[in-house]
């Protein structure tokens, strides 16, 4: 069994989506230590065993299944009796009797499983924006060492994008680019201001104003915009606060 250290909340979740049961040292230790991936693999896990009770259902398929099926379906006459053959010989009136129970068995499945993905879809709540943003600058590791050289056009752009509007200049910008984080791509930037270095998270069409928010060492932050949010994550609280009130102060909020 694979045992990796300092697991990242991607990292838990692949792992978790590709063996919903599996456990070890390491994913017992991220759970631990995060409350809502282990939300997450809870309501995957008791998902996957859902799905596996069906499998073991059993299916009381009616005696006269095979008469309705063939009032409902055919007329009388030659059309009716060779319908009735077939029917009889599939369902157990003839040689063979696997046909009617294993399809009935099969629908039970079906049902009950389309049932279990529709109830974890409703009861699985939603994981906090401020731990997404966080889990999002965790995942790619190598931004954190970006230095390159963006053009205050494209950093203009990017706010713009969300209804904001830069009248002065937030830090030095290292990495501007675009990233998916669940399924949403967002802008990511990665500035290095005089309180300190700060990941920004631009979220297009997602209003939401939240307080500091900590996990992994991590502290995140959001401030909505006219059209979406900025998720701000850095390494401290005090930093986290510092940097959102140099950004409030920098960007207007347009409309």
């Known amino acids: 069994m694979i045992d990796r250290e300092n697991i990242d909340c991607r990292g838990f979740r692949e792992r978790k989506l590709s ?25 995957l896990e008791a998902f996957e065993r859902d799905l596996r009770d069906c499998a073991t259902v059993a299916c009381k398929v009616p005696t006269d299944l095979a008469q309705s ?42 049902l009950l499983g389309l049932a279990g993905m529709v109830a974890f879809d409703v009861s699985t709540r939603p994981e906090p924006l401020a731990h997404e943003v966080i889990a999002h600058v965790l995942s790619e590791p190598d931004v954190l060492d970006m230095r390159e050289d963006v053009p205050a056009e494209a950093v203009q752009a990017a706010f713009a994008g969300i209804g904001g509007r830069l009248h002065r200049a937030i830090g030095e910008v290292r990495f ?25 998270i631009l979220l297009s069409g997602t209003l939401l104003d939240s307080g500091p928010y900590s996990s992994q060492g991590m502290t995140s932050v959001l401030l909505p915009l006219q059209r979406g949010s900025i998720g701000i994550v850095t390494r401290s609280a005090d930093t986290a606060r510092k940097i959102h009130e140099r950004i409030t102060g920098a960007v207007t909020v347009e409309g």
């Not at 599996?22 to 939300?39: E, K, T, V, Y």
């Not at 029917?87 to 046909?99: D, E, I, K, Q």
């Not at 005089?194 to 990941?199: A, F, L, Y």
Request: overall charge positive; charged content about 10%; proline content about 7%.
């Open 19 to 43: 063996d919903p049961l599996c456990a070890d040292q390491a994913l017992h230790a991220h759970a631990r230590g995060c409350p809502p991936c282990a939300h997450y693999a809870a309501k």
């Open 69 to 110: 099926i063939i009032e409902q379906c055919c007329g009388s006459g030659t059309k009716r009796s060779l319908f009735a053959a077939l029917v009889a010989r599939l369902s157990g009136l003839g040689p063979r009797s696997w046909f009617v129970p294993a399809t009935g068995a099969l629908a039970t499945a079906l």
């Open 176 to 200: 501007l680019g675009t990233c998916v984080m669940n399924g949403q791509v967002v802008q990511h930037l990665l500035v290095q201001t005089p309180e300190g270095e700060v990941s920004l």
